[in-house]
T-cell receptor
Framework: AQSVTQLDSQVPVFEEAPVELRCNYS??????LFWYVQYPNQGLQLLLK????STLVKGINGFEAEFNKSQTSFHLRKPSVHISDTAEYFC????????????WGAGTKLIIKP | EAGVAQSPRYKIIEKRQSVAFWCNPI?????LYWYQQILGQGPKLLIQ????????DSQLPKDRFSAERLKGVDSTLKIQPAKLEDSAVYLC??????????FGPGTRLTVL
């Protein structure tokens, strides 16, 4: 992948409201797609991934993402957020045959308002 | 199964000093990565090992950074001498040959 763009650096949302974190990528070849979450002062944890098959992928903690090949997007959604979802979320892309090297977005901070 | 271990968790040094970080990957994982994550940015790959060989070190500033994985298990990343712009979190990850990288907690380096 040549680049990964996370369109929002911060997303504030009220508790129990739905949220969508946007991710777009550019690549001339087929890709694998990932969302990782980073809680404060912790390492990165895999939320979900798309390798092939169904374009709607479900992950941990109630998150899901949809791969849209025509729009080269992989947006992350959750229908109802909780205060514990406060974290930074990173979209990453790996081109096939790249030895699973990841190209990362800059991250989106999800801020949950009580 | 134990995760990726890193030490130390935090390090504060003066510029021009040297520093070393240690990583122990998940048992059996042949691929090991070192990333640099500057505040407000995504991780940047510094070096990728496959067993004890280097797969990619194209973004490693070789004039000051070095890394080794002598026995194909744990790894050390060194910076000598450190600069102010090296202040970052250094993340280690490992991969057992599949599609997912597993990350350690990181080492937060502050260079004064």
């Amino acid at each position: 992948a040549q680049s990964v763009t996370q369109l929002d650096s911060q997303v504030p949302v009220f508790e129990e409201a739905p949220v969508e974190l946007r991710c777009n990528y550019s690549s001339s070849v087929s890709v694998y797609l990932f969302w990782y979450v980073q809680y404060p002062n912790q390492g990165l944890q895999l939320l979900l991934k798309y390798l092939s098959g169904s374009t709607l992928v479900k992950g941990i903690n109630g998150f899901e993402a949809e791969f849209n090949k025509s729009q080269t997007s992989f947006h992350l959604r959750k229908p109802s957020v909780h205060i514990s979802d406060t974290a930074e979320y990173f979209c990453a892309v790996s081109e096939m045959d790249s030895n699973y090297q990841l190209i990362w977005g800059a991250g989106t901070k999800l801020i949950i308002k009580p | 199964e134990a995760g990726v271990a890193q030490s130390p968790r935090y390090k504060i040094i003066e510029k021009r000093q040297s520093v070393a970080f240690w990583c122990n990957p998940i048992s059996g994982h042949a691929t090991l990565y070192w990333y640099q994550q500057i505040l407000g940015q995504g991780p940047k790959l510094l070096i990728q090992f496959q067993n004890n060989g280097v797969v990619d070190d194209s973004q490693l500033p070789k004039d000051r950074f070095s890394a080794e994985r002598l026995k194909g298990v744990d790894s050390t990343l060194k910076i000598q001498p450190a600069k102010l712009e090296d202040s970052a979190v250094y993340l280690c990850a490992s991969n057992g040959g599949a599609d997912t990288q597993y990350f350690g907690p990181g080492t937060r380096l502050t260079v004064l």
